[in-house]
Structures are given as structure tokens and as C-alpha cells.
Nanobody
Framework: EVQVVESGGGLVQPGGSLRLSCAAS????????MSWVRQAPEKGLEWVST????????NYADSVKDRFTISRDNAKNTLYLQMNTLKPEDTAVYYC?????????????WGQGTQVTVSS
């Protein structure tokens, strides 16, 4: 059974940091690119970042570039997102998923999401 479980969300003040984790099981995690995707209140899905299977190549949305860092530990089947200098507009549910870019039909193995709220 495939499982993708995000954790690490919470309430943080503007300028603060959070580290999200995503534990995956039931598929060969190390063979696939993985992404973080977010959904702000009453808005559609927004691609945030992708990392390739080996971890040597990463891509970021312009809105998070230079503030967020995606990484993975294939020995632990875990994906991470380090988020620094958080802004209120980063408030969203963050999802970990197997897929690349913004073609949601090509994604599978979504987690349940973790809420990130940036507010003073």
C-alpha cells in the first residue's frame, strides 16, 4: 500500500522558518522525482518545487526561490522542504507528491497535506 505522509506544518510569524517532512512508503521512492505543491485558501494548486530522483537537481517556483530548499534522503524514503523568511502569502496546505511541474494529471501518490499558516 502506498503511503505519503506530510508533517511539520504549523503557525509561524512572518520571517520565521519551518521544515516540512514527507515520509513515503509502498513504492520505490528513490526512483522518482518528487515535488511539493501547495494550495492557499480558496485558490488552486500551485507547484512549489521539484527534486529529481538522486537529489542532484532541483527547481523552484519564482515565488519561493532563494527562500525554500527542497531535499531528500533516499535511505529514509523522506522528502523535505526547508522554508525560510516565510511570508503571509505562503499560507497554504502543503502537499508532497510524486510528479513534476504543474500538470496535475501526471501526479500520483499524494499525501494528505500539512497546514502552514504565516501570521503575526
Amino acid at each position: 500500500e502506498v503511503q505519503v505522509v506530510e508533517s511539520g506544518g504549523g503557525l509561524v510569524q512572518p520571517g520565521g522558518s519551518l521544515r516540512l517532512s514527507c515520509a513515503a512508503s509502498g513504492f520505490t521512492f528513490s526512483s522518482y522525482s518528487m515535488s511539493w505543491v501547495r494550495q492557499a485558501p480558496e485558490k488552486g494548486l500551485e507547484w512549489v518545487s521539484t527534486i529529481n530522483s538522486g537529489g542532484g537537481s532541483t527547481n523552484y517556483a519564482d515565488s519561493v526561490k532563494d527562500r525554500f530548499t527542497i531535499s531528500r534522503d533516499n535511505a529514509k524514503n523522506t522528502l523535505y522542504l526547508q522554508m525560510n523568511t516565510l511570508k503571509p502569502e505562503d499560507t497554504a496546505v502543503y502537499y508532497c507528491a510524486k510528479g513534476i511541474g504543474s500538470n496535475w494529471s501526471k501526479y500520483d501518490y499524494w499525501g494528505q497535506g500539512t497546514q502552514v499558516t504565516v501570521s503575526s
